[in-house]
């Protein structure tokens, strides 16, 4: 550990942003890499993403998915074929143009998304209508050059899966694009424990190519909003550029419709973001990758027991399935090991010395407060499991009503720019891009969606007075 380790971290309410990476830092999740906006996800950091990916994977084979692999660059052409997507792009691109100690003919570009490729093969995989569905999903890399870099948040090579899937007609593409939202809902919610609106993102918002583009969007502890998984219509853009056919029963040539999803490992952020305080991060039990850690303290009477009663309690944990680690270094002393394992989130503490193994039990700390609590060494094992589950739940009620409190509805301009700085705001808005323009510039905010469950509401725009355009409030927020 750094020497930096043993300073107390600045306080999220000082400086939100030192906050975050210095938790990041040094909590051992990542590194930073030797090119400036990539990034070295460490082991700690790395199970994180393990446990969300064996989460949401689960979810999408079990909605009929199956996972492939596509390659990693793409002749530049095959960007070109759809205009608004390469136009969307371009910025951000990364292009081979030497290989092999020549320069090529045709620079080749590193995938910033795998439409166009897994396009290309669709066309040559579908004929008929018999061929539909087609329901893929890749776990890959993927490089979009980035200028203001962020550990996780924005780093030019990140981890990610893309779905991407064609169907007969509109109804069930649009169906599949809801289908892929309502597992990233679960993930981000029942796993994650991050509270979730879920919408449609405004034409000014949507991903480059797209009908529609479906949103999650969370609101972090410094009452900025991530978005945390998008799935996108794509209409027949793509199947027209890539000329993604088939014939349908009647024996007509049509274009089939396609749909693009995508979930990355900025959700790790979205945690850190979310749950974590001043002492460090805050872990839901179920991506954590110790849910409970054993600190055995050996020193004084009978202090030589403590190891064998520490080796069989988390024997009996981890035969319950639960995930638990002993930190036996004997070189560090127990505050030491109090302060780390809070930095980094631990949900539950086991401190075991020989005064609690005299009166048969264990001192328990929770990672979201309350008193040390003595707990009967016998029943700490049959109880862990819904010790967790309340865990679990307690952050992510903890999260909702943070959330709630800080999101407001507005319903003029001076209103909405006090929203904005703390939190969220429900408007009514006209939908005029100029409009939006005009509240980015003054606010900083965007219109982050607009809530597929928002009640049906119209009036004037917030902003401007022009009538409303959506029939509910849009979600206003400063994004990271
Ligand atoms: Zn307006």
Redesign the pocket.
């Known amino acids: 550990m750094a020497k930096s380790d043993e300073h107390a971290l600045t306080p999220q309410n000082e400086d939100f942003s030192a906050w975050y990476n210095e938790v990041v830092l040094r909590a051992e999740l990542a590194d930073r890499g030797p090119v400036r906006g990539t990034m070295i996800i460490r082991p700690y950091g790395y199970r994180i993403w393990e446990l969300l990916q064996a989460e949401l994977d689960a979810r999408i084979k079990a909605t009929g998915h199956q996972n492939a692999y596509f390659p990693l660059l793409i002749p530049s052409g095959h960007l070109q074929r759809e205009a608004e997507h390469v136009e969307g792009f371009a910025p951000e691109l990364a292009v081979v143009t030497h290989a092999g100690g020549k320069e090529l003919d045709e620079p080749l570009v590193i995938r910033p998304t795998s439409e166009t490729v897994i396009g290309e093969a669709f066309a040559r995989w579908i004929s008929s209508y018999r061929d539909l569905p087609l329901l893929l999903n890749q776990w890959a890399n993927v490089v979009r050059w980035e200028l203001r870099p962020r550990l996780f948040l924005r780093t030019t090579e990140f981890l990610w899966q893309e779905g991407h899937t064609a169907h007969a007609d509109e109804t069930e593409a649009m169906a599949e694009t809801m289908t892929a939202l309502g597992f990233y809902a679960e993930v981000a919610e029942d796993v994650a424990a991050i509270p979730v609106a879920r919408g449609e993102k405004t034409a000014g918002e949507r991903f480059a190519g797209a009908r529609n583009t479906f949103t999650l969007e969370a609101m972090m502890r410094d009452g900025r909003a991530l978005q945390a998984g998008t799935s996108h219509y794509l209409g027949t853009n793509f199947a027209r550029a890539f000329d993604i056919t088939y014939t349908s029963a009647e024996g007509v040539l049509e274009f089939c419709h396609t749909t693009s999803w995508g979930m990355s490992a900025r959700m790790i952020g979205g945690v850190v973001m979310t749950h974590g305080d001043d002492k460090g991060l805050i872990l839901p039990p179920r991506l954590a990758p110790h849910q409970v850690v054993i600190v055995p303290i050996s020193r004084g009477d009978g202090g030589e027991q403590v190891p064998e009663a520490a080796a069989g309690l988390a024997a009996g944990l981890a035969a319950a399935g639960v995930r638990v680690h002993v930190d036996d270094r004997p070189q560090l002393s127990p505050g030491y090991k109090y302060n780390q394992w809070e930095l980094r989130g631990v949900p539950i503490r086991l401190d075991i010395g020989p005064r609690d193994l005299a009166a048969g039990a264990v001192t328990l700390s929770s990672r979201l407060g309350g008193d040390k609590e003595q707990v009967e060494l016998a029943s700490v094992v049959e109880g862990m499991a819904e010790r967790l589950d309340t865990f679990q739940h307690d952050l992510f009620e903890r999260a909702r009503s943070f959330a709630a409190e800080r999101t407001r509805r507005v319903d003029h301009a001076a209103e909405l720019a006090e929203a904005v700085a703390t939190g969220f705001c429900l408007a009514l808005?006209?939908?005029?891009s100029e409009?939006?323009e005009?509240?980015k510039a003054e606010t900083t905010a965007t219109p982050r969606c607009i809530p597929t469950d928002g009640p049906p509401e119209s009036g004037p725009?917030?902003?401007?007075?022009?009538p409303s355009a959506y029939g509910t409030r849009v979600l206003f927020g400063r994004s990271y």
């Open positions: 808005h006209c939908g005029r409009c939006e005009k509240i725009c917030a902003f401007c007075g022009e």
